[in-house]
């Protein structure tokens, strides 16, 4: 197979929650969604030594952090690092349970998460102005003091000038090797850019197809109708939808930085941080396997179903992607095995003859410019009955 890429990832607001209702969330539910997103068939698998996101820092956004519940108090944050980065004394119930989605002890997917730093939008010091992004100024976004590999964004929001937002965002996921989890709003139709117009995010849905699907025409690459959400989660709104998909992302970071080998002993240092950054935790390889290893059908346990995938015009992207669900539902699990399957050079770059059928392929001289190779080629054994490949 000679697969020819096209590659788009080089390259003051009014936000409003994502969410439509609150959700709460019983462990029952806990234990049911985990089956849904494949994190249960996982820790079967793996027992033990099932990986948690131990050690990857991580950055909640919240457009308003309203009075409330101390976070801190909380029997679900016990023994983590909170720090407000924007100066606010308490957090409020929706900030509160995209946390325990997010990195909770006992509500979350990755609660190996132990350090996290909180923004608000707008605020002093928030993330949109001079605490992180510094939209508006004429100097570059800033570097997170932590160093926070995933930032979750439960929250939706316009501005005048939204070109400037999201190119900022787009070039700390670059930079930085920063993940930025995006929720897409809950009423379809009713547009607001930030942040899930941007390119290198993630944005997300929830199962049920209740929420936006398309991106507006904004400028330059940013073009309209592109397709979002690119991935969805099983959850009652799109705020709880995304700590998933940041949980998932946070879980396959610490994956590829414990695994060096899974890289092919390549890597290289983040610019601006400093830090080793191996192929297999680059923001590139992390969308990748949770957009590949995505399920393409599904039975939630919240009655929601995704099937037909695809199945008729109107749903059908010409990226491959479908209108309703982006790649899919979020599964850990095929998303795990990607990634463990380790590193896969294409025969252009010295790789074997032959590629097993999970794995990945970081390059980072690719398109025919400067001598480097502009086809990459993998070759796989079919077998004898039908199968599907997803990439």
């Not at 980072?364 to 990439?391: E, H, I, M, P, R």
């Amino acid at each position: 197979m000679s697969h020819h890429p096209s590659w788009l990832c080089r390259q003051a607001a009014l936000a409003v929650c994502a969410a439509g209702a609150f959700v709460s969330y019983s462990y029952c539910t806990i234990a049911a969604t985990n089956e849904d997103i494949g994190r249960a068939p996982l820790a079967d698998k793996l027992g033990a030594a099932l990986p948690t996101g131990v050690g990857v820092p991580v950055m909640q956004v919240e457009a308003v952090f309203e009075g409330g519940t101390l976070m801190e108090l909380d029997p679900e944050f016990l023994g983590k690092t909170l720090t407000m980065r924007t100066p606010i004394a308490a957090a409020g119930w929706h900030a509160l349970n995209v946390g325990k989605i997010f990195y909770g002890l006992n509500s979350s997917i990755a609660p190996g998460i132990t350090q996290i730093e909180l923004y608000d939008t707008n605020g002093l010091n928030g993330f949109m102005g001079p605490g992180l992004l510094n939209a508006g100024a004429g100097t570059n976004p800033l570097v997170s003091s932590q160093h926070s590999r995933v930032a979750n964004h439960s929250w939706v929001g316009r501005t005048m000038e939204p070109l400037d937002v999201l190119e900022r965002v787009d070039w700390l996921v670059e930079r930085d090797d920063m993940v930025h989890v995006v929720a897409v709003h809950n009423i379809s139709g009713l547009i607001n850019p930030l942040l899930s117009n941007s390119m290198n995010s993630i944005s997300v849905g929830v199962s049920n197809g209740n929420h936006e699907t398309v991106a507006l025409s904004l400028g330059g690459i940013y073009t309209a109708n592109r397709t979002r959400p690119e991935i969805v989660a099983p959850a009652g709104a799109t705020s709880f939808a995304a700590p998933m998909i940041s949980a998932a992302a946070a879980t396959l970071i610490g994956v590829g930085h414990s695994q060096p080998a899974l890289s092919q002993n390549q890597f290289y240092k983040s610019p601006r941080t400093g830090e080793i950054i191996y192929h297999a935790e680059t923001s590139e390889v992390i969308k990748a396997a949770l957009l590949a290893g995505a399920s393409r059908q599904a039975f939630n346990s919240d009655g929601s179903i995704i099937y037909g995938y695809r199945g008729a015009a109107s749903t059908e992207s010409d990226n491959g992607l479908d209108t309703r669900y982006g790649a899919g539902q979020v599964n850990l699990q095929n998303s795990y095995f990607i990634l463990a399957a380790g590193e896969q050079k294409s025969l252009q770059d010295g790789g074997r003859a032959l590629n097993s059928a999970d794995g990945f392929h970081y390059d980072a001289n690719f398109g025919g410019a400067n001598g480097s190779n502009s086809t990459a080629t993998y070759d796989f054994v079919a077998g004898w009955t039908g199968q599907t490949l997803t990439a």
